[in-house]
C-alpha cells in the first residue's frame, strides 16, 4: 500500500516531442505529488508538484495531470530537448511519509 | 544561499566498519532528511529530523542512525557495514514546519558509500 510504482523505467525520445512518464500509488493517505529530476552526480531537485485537488498543473514545458478516482498521475514534458535528459521520479507524500517511485531515465536525442 | 552541503563525497569503506556521513542544511532549514539511493531499491526514506528530534524513520536496520544537532547540522552512521550498504546516501532539508507534504525538500549531491 507504500508503494508509487513508475513506468516507463526509460523513455527515449526525439528533440520537440512529448515526454510522458506515467506513477500510480495506493495509499489514500497521500495528499502532496511532486516530481523530481536528476542529473547524474547531482541530488535530485524538485520540478514541479501537485495537490490532489487539481487535476492539472502547468509549469513551462512541464505539466502534471492528476486522476483522484484512478490514483495515477503523470507527468508530460511538452518539446522535449537534450537538456532535459535526466532520470526523473514522481513521489507521493503524507504527513509522515515520503515514498518516491522508481525512476525513469528520460533519453532526450537531438 | 548555499545549498545542502555533503561531507565526505566518495569514501570506500571495508566490511565490518562504521561510516558517519555530515550534511549542512540550508540556513534556516529546520528538517533535515536521509535518503539511500541505489540501482536496485531506488530513492528509499531513511529518517527526519527536526529539531533535535526524530520525527519520520523508514524501513531500515536500527545499524542506521542518526542524529541533529541545535544548529541543524545532522549526521548519520551505519554501523557494521555490509556490501549492500553501498549507495549514494542523500540529504535534504527542508523548512519541515507540516513535516512532508507540501513541503519542498532540497537535496545535497550526496555521499558515494563504496563497502568493499
Known amino acids: 500500500q507504500q508503494q508509487v510504482k513508475q513506468s516507463p523505467q526509460s523513455l527515449i525520445v526525439q528533440k520537440g516531442g512529448i515526454s510522458i512518464i506515467n506513477c500510480a500509488y495506493e495509499?489514500?493517505?497521500?495528499?502532496?505529488f511532486p516530481w523530481y529530476q536528476q542529473f547524474p552526480g547531482k541530488g535530485p531537485a524538485l520540478l514541479i508538484a501537485i495537490r490532489p485537488d487539481v487535476s492539472e498543473k502547468k509549469e513551462g514545458r512541464f505539466t502534471i495531470s492528476f486522476n483522484k478516482s484512478a490514483k495515477q498521475f503523470s507527468l508530460h514534458i511538452m518539446d522535449s530537448q537534450p537538456g532535459d535528459s535526466a532520470t526523473y521520479f514522481c513521489?507521493?507524500?503524507?504527513?509522515?511519509?515520503?515514498?518516491f517511485g522508481t525512476g525513469t531515465r528520460l533519453q532526450v536525442f537531438p | 544561499k548555499a545549498g545542502v552541503t555533503q561531507t565526505p563525497r566518495y569514501l570506500i569503506k571495508t566490511r565490518g566498519q562504521q561510516v558517519t556521513l555530515s550534511c549542512s542544511p540550508i540556513s534556516g532549514h529546520r528538517s533535515v532528511s536521509w535518503y539511500q539511493q541505489t540501482p536496485g531499491q531506488g530513492l528509499q526514506f531513511l529518517f527526519e529530523?527536526?529539531?533535535?528530534?526524530?520525527?519520520n524513520k523508514g524501513n531500515f536496520p536500527g545499524r542506521f542512525s542518526g542524529r541533529q544537532f541545535s544548529n541543524s547540522r545532522s549526521e548519520m552512521n551505519v554501523s557494521t557495514l555490509e556490501l549492500g550498504d553501498s549507495a549514494l546516501y542523500l540529504c535534504?532539508?527542508?523548512?519541515?514546519?507540516?513535516?512532508?507534504?507540501?513541503?519542498?525538500?532540497?537535496f545535497g549531491e550526496g555521499s558515494w558509500l563504496t563497502v568493499v
Open positions: 535534504a532539508s527542508s523548512l519541515g514546519s507540516s513535516r512532508f507534504s507540501g513541503n519542498t525538500i532540497y
Open positions: 529530523y527536526f529539531s533535535e528530534t526524530q520525527r
Open positions: 513521489a507521493a507524500t503524507s504527513t509522515d511519509k515520503l515514498i
Open positions: 495509499n489514500t493517505a497521500f495528499d502532496y
